[in-house]
């Protein structure tokens, strides 16, 4: 496979612009969860993937309508409303604080008020957006290569679900967990620890069997194909899932396949469609899901 189209991406190389780029995500994502309604297993707030980066959907700001476009190959981000006002902020090397008072500007400049909280999620640091100015790199070589591999991900995520007919969410971007992710459902209500928080909650309400792509952190530091049952069936962990380079990782608690053995494989496409649709299965049969309801012939 072209080394272009499944580009290397080790995580040591651009850390600090995965770590830029997901705070700037967290303040466009925190945007769309103040203006959208709660839609299931908060779907409302995930980005989707474009041919040119990552788009928030359409937000509501009273009787207009508005996005925002991260575009990973002109190197620049776009407000557009629905009368046709716009406004750009370059992509470049610039703190969070920085881009933060731009955005909020910028809004306003459109006649968009919103206030978001300002604290980051599922991050390592606590400093608020407004304050943080340590996280300010931004290698434009490194996000065109991240954003190939989110486009080429997300078409074959996009492929595995079309084999489901079941219960199933978009192939999506989540700004918080800073993943690309697409889950099934069976039907079935879940039952979760009294203590579970709202955010949590709201998520795994139900029985689901995920997968998805992700860019590491410093928990996992290297890129993955990620796989997981929630809640996870007895003997799941010990399932034998392909491609062989495939397997279970006890301190995450899924199944991973990294990246590099997919970029490696004689065919990266196959490799994720087999890792997604074995570990699907195995979670499937162990959990009793009725797949023949479930699955397209």
């Known amino acids: 496979m072209s080394s272009s189209q499944w580009p290397a991406l080790p995580f040591a190389e651009w850390e600090s612009t995965c770590d830029t780029l997901h705070l700037w995500a967290q303040i466009v994502g925190k945007t769309r969860l103040a203006l959208t309604p709660l839609e299931n297993h908060w779907w409302n707030v995930a980005f989707e993937v474009t041919p040119r980066g990552l788009n928030s959907r359409s937000m509501p700001s009273g009787a207009r309508t508005f996005d925002v476009d991260f575009d990973?190959?002109?190197h620049r981000l776009s407000i557009r409303t629905s009368d046709g006002a716009e406004q750009v902020i370059p992509l470049q090397p610039r703190s969070?604080?920085?881009?933060?008072a731009e955005f909020m500007a910028a809004?306003?400049?459109?006649?968009?008020?919103v206030a978001i909280w300002t604290t980051p999620v599922e991050f390592d640091d606590n400093t608020p957006f407004e304050r943080d100015i340590r996280h300010a790199s931004y290698d434009k070589q490194y996000v065109e290569r991240f954003h190939r591999i989110l486009v080429?991900?997300?078409?074959?995520?996009?492929?595995?679900?079309?084999?489901?007919?079941?219960?199933?969410?978009?192939?999506?971007?989540f700004w918080g967990s800073f993943d690309l992710a697409v889950?099934?459902?069976?039907?079935?209500?879940?039952?979760?620890?009294p203590d579970a928080d709202p955010i949590t909650r709201?998520?795994?309400?139900?029985?689901?069997?995920s997968c998805g792509f992700w860019p590491g952190d410093r928990r996992f530091p290297q890129a993955a194909f990620y796989a997981y049952a929630a809640p996870p069936p007895e003997g799941f962990r010990d399932e034998a899932v392909r491609p062989p380079a495939a397997y279970w990782d006890t301190k995450l608690g899924e199944f991973i396949l990294k990246y590099e053995d997919v970029r490696e494989s004689a065919s990266p496409h196959d490799a994720i469609l087999d890792f997604c649709q074995s570990t699907y299965e195995a979670g499937a049969r162990l959990a009793n899901w009725d797949?023949?309801?479930?699955?397209?012939?």
């Open 291 to 297: 797949r023949a309801s479930l699955e397209r012939g």
């Open 107 to 113: 809004l306003r400049k459109l006649g968009i008020e």
């Open 152 to 173: 080429n991900s997300d078409r074959v995520l996009k492929e595995f679900r079309s084999r489901f007919v079941g219960k199933s969410s978009p192939v999506q971007f």
């Open 96 to 100: 969070v604080a920085d881009f933060y």
């Open 183 to 193: 889950t099934r459902f069976c039907g079935r209500r879940a039952t979760l620890p």
């Open 72 to 74: 990973f190959v002109a």
């Open 202 to 209: 709201e998520a795994y309400s139900q029985e689901v069997i």
